[in-house]
């Protein structure tokens, strides 16, 4: 870390094992995530007035390049954190969570979705439950009623627009599935 790392105790006074549990957690992130540049961790007592159980809430706050990384507590009333100790594991572990979720974006490697090819419907054979799609690219994919999601083939009319998700048959590409446009079914 480029900026040492910050303690706080708010409503509770300091303890120096809970500072070396801190420290210790917030090493293994650092050894996790090299590229920390600094950490501020806030440990408080909630309900220190009430008669059962004071709850502690940890909040981790970690300052990586273009990105501050932010965990409060977690949990309302997650009573597992009358225990100090649980609750900063908690924290550090939706922190971790977190830094993982920013390196993976970081990278690249969120997936991303194609979009499902989209086409025309230009032939109907009600008699024979069946149809076929021209796509945008001027294939033929022929589809069967049970492939039709959200209408009927009954509904469907020369010309309809439809997405749909290929796949090859017996005999050569087929619909799997069949999603009309339209005004209720968006592109």
Request: with cysteine; net charge neutral.
């Amino acid at each position: 870390m480029q900026v040492p790392l910050q303690i706080s105790f708010r409503d509770m006074a300091p303890s120096p094992a809970i500072e070396a549990r801190i420290r210790e957690k917030a090493a293994r992130l650092e050894r996790f995530f090299d590229r920390i540049i600094g950490c501020r961790v806030i440990v408080e007592e909630k309900n220190r007035h009430q008669r059962k159980g004071k709850l502690y809430n940890v909040r981790v706050e970690v300052t990586v390049p273009g990105k501050d990384v932010f965990v409060g507590h977690v949990g309302p009333q997650d009573h597992a954190h009358e225990d100090v100790y649980v609750a900063i594991r908690d924290a550090f572990d939706a922190v971790r969570r977190r830094l993982e979720d920013y390196e993976r974006r970081r990278r690249g490697d969120v997936k991303h979705h194609e979009s499902q090819p989209h086409g025309r419907v230009v032939e109907l054979h009600p008699e024979e439950d069946s149809g076929r799609i021209e796509t945008d690219d001027g294939r033929v994919v022929y589809f069967h009623r049970n492939s039709i999601i959200g209408a009927d083939i009954g509904q469907l009319a020369l010309g309809t627009e439809v997405r749909f998700v290929e796949e090859m048959g017996e005999r050569g590409p087929q619909a799997s599935t069949v999603h009309v446009v339209g005004r209720h079914h968006p592109a």
